[in-house]
């Protein structure tokens, strides 16, 4: 039986970016659910994406929308597992995504690398594209959606 999953990216979800190009492709664009705005990263790589969710989550698949020749064609998936209880918490990789220099609609599986980073769920997801499409390493997205499960 597999589990229901669900968008993970609501009202209360944190954005940050690590740059953008001016205010109107701003990381707003990167979930309004409109096709005709997106996030658009100054040059150079690498570009991130960072999401802080209110509370703990299992993230399953991710889809991203580019717009072809400004992709993130090698992107890190890292998390910031939440509740560490030994003290350090830190930022560990979940999986790498390889995109497509494409303009359609790509959905990845986030397979953990190692199943202990998720089990407790996750406060943040970055998604750190490492290489760019584009020669000058600019990232444009156009829509970014991430689902996954509530631990218990």
Not at 14 to 20: A, F, G, P
Request: hydrophobic content about 35%; glycine content about 8%; aromatic content about 8%.
């Amino acid at each position: 039986m597999t589990e229901a999953l669900q968008s993970l990216i609501n009202a209360e979800t944190r954005i940050k970016v690590s740059s953008t190009l001016d205010k109107s492709v701003g990381k707003k664009n990167l979930t309004d659910g409109s096709p005709e705005t997106c996030w658009t990263s100054q040059q150079g790589t690498p570009q991130f994406i960072q999401l802080s969710f209110p509370s703990p989550v299992i993230p399953k698949k991710i889809e991203l929308t580019f717009q072809g020749g400004f992709v993130g064609t090698r992107c890190s998936v890292e998390c910031l597992p939440s509740g560490r209880v030994d003290g350090e918490r830190k930022w560990g990789v979940l999986t790498h995504i390889y995109p497509e220099d494409v303009n359609r609609k790509q959905t990845f599986e986030l397979v953990p690398n190692d199943a202990h980073l998720t089990e407790g769920g996750v406060e943040s997801l970055k998604l750190v594209f490492e290489e760019s499409s584009d020669f000058f390493g600019r990232i444009t997205v156009y829509d970014m959606q991430i689902f996954g499960t509530i631990p218990l």
